[in-house]
Nanobody, 126 residues
Framework: QVQLVESGGGLVQPGGSLRLSCTAS????????IGWFRQAPGKEREGVLC????????YYVNSVKGRFTIITDNAENAAYLLMNNLKPEDTAVYYC???????????????????WGQGTRVTVSS
């Protein structure tokens, strides 16, 4: 079973940028859909951005559209979440996970994903 490790979180000022990394072992990321999720204090975990490695379909939660994007690196068996123009409401622990590789489209619900790592904390504050 694929195991994932997230890294790259930290403290950043509003308007700043971060790149989160997700490295995989025990499996090949390209065999799955790849998702980034986050959990803010006192809130449920939510899907932020999920991408199909089959047709490239990408789901974005509305609040990150135009600011976040995902890059996958098959050679490194890794995925990255590029976050720009960060806002205080982006503060959360961020997780990557793998989901079902559908023939068409992508799902981005927590219950459909697996391989959860320990997460990496992102704090957006001045």
């Amino acid at each position: 079973q694929v195991q994932l490790v997230e890294s790259g979180g930290g403290l950043v000022q509003p308007g700043g940028s971060l790149r989160l990394s997700c490295t995989a072992s025990g499996g090949i990321l390209n065999d799955y859909a790849i998702g980034w999720f986050r959990q803010a204090p006192g809130k449920e975990r939510e899907g932020v951005l999920c991408r199909s490695t089959n047709d490239g379909s990408t789901y974005y939660v509305n609040s990150v559209k135009g600011r976040f994007t995902i890059i996958t690196d098959n050679a490194e068996n890794a995925a990255y979440l590029l976050m720009n123009n960060l806002k205080p409401e982006d503060t959360a622990v961020y997780y990557c996970a793998v989901g079902p590789k559908l023939r068409l489209g992508v799902v981005c619900s927590v219950s459909e994903y697996d391989g959860w790592g320990q997460g990496t904390r992102v704090t957006v504050s001045s």
